[in-house]
C-alpha cells in the first residue's frame, strides 16, 4: 500500500502528463488501496471534460480491433485517447494475429495514447468500481476519449458498461439468432449497434434482425452501423455517429444525469462489493462466533429457512 505522500507525489506526475504516474495511480484504485478518498478529492475538479465509449459484445466479435481502430481515427483528428480493456485476452496484451499487434504496437508509442489491460477483477472483487476509478484518472489526465471494452458474457461485464457516456454493443453477422441469445441487458443498454465483420455474409441480415428487435423495445433511436474493423472500414463513420449522440446528450442535459446515475451506480457497487467481501470475513473468520456457523449449520440441514438465515447474518454484518 502507498503512503499519503506516494499518492501526492503520483497526483502532481498525473497532472504534469506523466504516464507513468498515472499507471501507477490505476494499479493502486486496482488494488483496492485505502487511499481512494485522497485520490478522488485531488482529482474531482479536473473530471468530465473525456467522452467516455464503452465498447462491449460477445468474444471475438471484434471489440479490441475496433477499439484500435477508432484509436487511429481519433489520432487523425488530434485527439488524446486511453483505452481500458477488461479483457483476459485482450490483444493489447497478446494473443492477436500479428497484423493487429503490429497496430496496436504503434499505439503504444504514441504519446497521446495510453493502454491499460486488466486481466483480473482486482483485489476488491469488483470490476466496475475499478473501472469508474481508473476512467476518472483517465479524465483528469487529460485524454480527450477513453474507450473502456468489456466482454458482454456476465453481469460483472455489463456493470462496467454502467460507467459510461455512450455504449456500442459489437456483434457479428454469423447467427442471426445471437441477437435473440444476447443478453437482454445488452440489448436495452447499447445505444449504437456495430456490425463488425461485415466482410463476411449475413451482415444485412443481422442489421435487419436488430432493427426489428429494436422496433419491438421501442427502442428506435438505436443506430446500427456496419464495419470492418481489421479494414478500418466504417470506423470514421462510427466515430463521427458517436461524436454527435455526444452533442446532443450534452445539449440536452442527458449526459449530466447519465453521469449523476453513474456515481450512484459505483457507490451502490462498492457497497456490493464490500458486504461480499464481509460475507467472506464472517464464514471464514467466525464474527460473532459459534452464533454465525450454527446459522449455517442449521440452513444447511434444512432446519432453518435460508431467507430467515440471511436475516441474522446481515443483522449481523451490520451491526
Ligand atoms: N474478417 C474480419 N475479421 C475481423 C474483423 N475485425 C476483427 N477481425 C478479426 O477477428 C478476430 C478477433 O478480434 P478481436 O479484436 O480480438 O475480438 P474481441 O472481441 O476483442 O475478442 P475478445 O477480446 O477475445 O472477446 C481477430 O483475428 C481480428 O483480426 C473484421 O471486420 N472482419
Ligand atoms: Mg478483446
Not at 46 to 64: D, E, F, Q
Not at 75 to 90: C, E, H, M, T, W
Request: charged letters at 25%.
Amino acid at each position: 500500500m502507498a503512503t499519503k505522500e506516494t499518492i501526492q507525489i503520483l497526483i502532481e506526475g498525473l497532472y504534469s502528463g506523466n504516464k507513468r504516474s498515472l499507471s501507477k495511480l490505476i494499479s493502486f484504485v486496482e488494488l483496492g488501496d485505502k487511499h481512494s478518498e485522497k485520490i478522488y478529492s485531488s482529482v474531482k475538479d479536473r473530471l468530465g471534460k473525456a467522452m467516455v465509449i464503452g465498447l462491449t459484445g460477445p468474444p471475438g466479435a471484434g471489440k479490441s480491433t475496433l477499439s484500435s481502430s477508432l484509436v487511429s481515427t481519433y489520432r487523425k483528428k488530434s485527439k488524446s485517447i486511453g483505452v481500458l480493456a477488461f479483457d483476459p485476452n485482450s490483444p493489447f496484451t497478446g494473443g492477436a494475429v500479428l497484423g493487429d499487434r503490429v497496430r496496436m504496437q504503434e499505439h503504444y508509442l504514441d504519446s497521446d495514447v495510453f493502454i491499460r489491460s486488466f486481466s483480473n477483477r482486482g483485489a476488491s472483487g469488483g470490476l466496475a468500481p475499478v473501472a469508474y476509478d481508473a476512467i476518472n484518472l483517465l479524465d483528469a489526465f487529460g485524454f480527450d476519449v477513453i474507450l473502456v471494452e468489456t466482454v458482454g458474457v456476465g453481469q460483472t461485464e455489463l456493470d462496467v458498461i454502467n460507467v459510461v457516456d455512450i455504449v456500442l454493443g459489437v456483434v457479428v453477422p454469423e447467427g442471426g439468432d445471437s441477437v435473440q441469445s444476447m443478453k437482454a441487458g445488452l440489448m436495452e443498454i447499447a445505444d449504437v449497434f456495430v456490425v463488425n465483420k461485415s466482410d463476411r455474409p449475413g451482415a444485412d441480415r443481422m442489421v435487419a434482425n436488430i432493427k426489428s428487435t429494436m422496433t419491438l423495445l421501442q427502442n428506435e433511436d438505436v443506430k446500427i452501423l456496419k464495419t470492418q474493423a481489421n479494414k478500418a472500414i466504417g470506423i470514421d463513420h462510427l466515430a463521427e455517429v458517436v461524436y454527435k449522440i455526444y452533442m446532443d446528450r450534452n445539449f440536452t442535459g442527458l449526459l449530466d444525469s447519465i453521469r449523476q446515475k453513474r456515481r450512484v451506480a459505483a457507490m451502490l457497487d462498492w457497497v456490493r462489493v464490500d458486504l461480499n467481501n464481509k460475507i467472506d470475513l464472517i464464514s471464514s473468520q467466525n464474527v460473532d462466533g459459534a452464533a454465525i456457523s450454527e446459522i449455517y449449520d442449521k440452513v444447511c440441514i434444512g432446519d432453518l429457512n435460508p431467507r430467515t438465515g440471511a436475516n441474522l447474518i446481515l443483522g449481523a454484518m451490520l451491526k
